[in-house]
T-cell receptor, first 114, second 111 residues
Framework: GAGVSQTPSNKVTEKGKYVELRCDPI?????LYWYRQSLGQGPEFLIY????????DSGLPNDRFFAVRPEGSVSTLKIQRTERGDSAVYLC????????????FGEGSRLTVL | QKEVEQNSGPLSVPEGAIASLNCTYS??????FFWYRQYSGKSPELIMF????GDKEDGRFTAQLNKASQYVSLLIRDSQPSDSATYLC???????????FGGGTRVLVKP
């Protein structure tokens, strides 16, 4: 498809388990963002990649969260030792024109930690 | 104090009326300002961006920016039921930087 693709769309896991969420951005978009959105809240910034490198990872809440983008395209957000408070929709976005701030969002991965 | 603040609503407006949404931000270094619309269960989509003080119009939407007051607003004219959604204000310090979002204002347009 032409849009940002995120998998899985839904993930239910148990507390303490490891989770990976995948994002496939729009072809040619060099910037890739991860946000987290809880019910009734706005998206909360986690990390931003320009190419393969993390340009800003200041939003990662702690060292249980890690993200990679090894070839400058697909990105994986990794969460270790999940906690119930990690439950949220994880949104990935990509951007071509950084000056307009137009982020194209995927449909999100809904994570539920039991 | 949150970096970007919005009234959570809901803002209820009759069909055909003007919906007025407000947003304040705390970082005086903010350079660019954005309004995103998010339908329930869907992802955000960009409506408008504004960089300079004053008004910017696009169809039924007008964004207004006042950097001195650290205030940005969105007007929706001739509101339609299809405008019922959450409207997210977002700011960034410079091109290529992260966008910081407010909590959103839920708008309900009643026929």
């Amino acid at each position: 498809g032409a849009g940002v693709s995120q998998t899985p769309s839904n993930k239910v896991t148990e507390k303490g388990k490891y989770v990976e969420l995948r994002c496939d951005p729009i072809s040619g978009h060099t910037a890739l963002y991860w946000y987290r959105q809880s019910l009734g809240q706005g998206p909360e910034f986690l990390i931003y990649f320009q190419g393969t490198g993390a340009a800003d990872d200041s939003g990662l809440p702690n060292d249980r969260f890690f993200a990679v983008r090894p070839e400058g395209s697909v990105s994986t957000l990794k969460i270790q030792r999940t906690e119930r408070g990690d439950s949220a929709v994880y949104l990935c976005a990509s951007s071509l024109n950084l000056h307009t701030g137009e982020l194209f969002f995927g449909e999100g991965s809904r994570l539920t930690v039991l | 104090q949150k970096e970007v603040e919005q009234n959570s609503g809901p803002l209820s407006v009759p069909e055909g009326a003007i919906a007025s949404l407000n947003c304040t931000y705390s970082d005086r270094g903010s350079q660019s300002f954005f309004w995103y619309r998010q339908y329930s269960g869907k992802s955000p989509e960009l409506i408008m961006f504004i960089y300079s003080n004053g008004d910017k119009e696009d169809g039924r939407f007008t964004a207004q920016l006042n950097k001195a007051s650290q205030y940005v607003s969105l007007l929706i004219r001739d509101s339609q039921p299809s405008d019922s959604a959450t409207y997210l204000c977002a700011v960034n310090r410079a091109a290529g930087n992260k966008l910081t979002f407010g909590g959103g204002t839920r708008v309900l347009v009643k026929p």
